[in-house]
């Protein structure tokens, strides 16, 4: 297969509505899959995280950051989970898709506890 070929061909699938695995919606601008959505909050906190501490995040270091400390320091699972609401709220994202694809399902409930 020639480079133009391809080219021509990935240009064909640029802007199809399909599924990245069985069951998920799909990606569109207007209604984004999860994985997009998760990238919209982690640019989101990579932004918090560089207001708070004038820097990009370190690989092992957390976004989801205790408030007011001069060093980044892993927050409390409620804070984290008001951080990732807020996250979702600015980017305008849809929590639930979020919370389930990290694994905190049952978090929602927690969510209007924390505010």
């Known amino acids: 297969m020639s480079i133009k070929h ?9 802007g199809r509505e399909t599924p990245r695995r069985a ?7 207007r209604k984004l899959c999860v994985r997009c959505s998760m ?11 560089r207001q708070a501490f004038g820097r990009n ?3 092992h270091e957390a ?5 007011n400390s001069s060093v980044p320091k892993q927050a409390a699972k409620a804070q984290v989970m008001a951080q990732l609401a807020q996250a979702a709220d600015a980017t305008g994202v849809a929590l639930p898709p979020l919370l ?8 929602p409930k927690a969510i209007g506890a924390a505010r």
């Open 6 to 14: 391809s080219v021509k061909r990935d240009r064909q699938k640029i």
């Open 23 to 29: 069951g998920e919606r799909p990606c569109t601008a």
């Open 39 to 49: 990238i919209k909050v982690v640019q989101y906190r990579f932004k918090a995280f």
């Open 57 to 59: 995040p370190l690989a």
């Open 63 to 67: 976004l989801f950051f205790t408030a």
């Open 100 to 107: 389930k694809f990290l694994g905190m399902a049952e978090a």
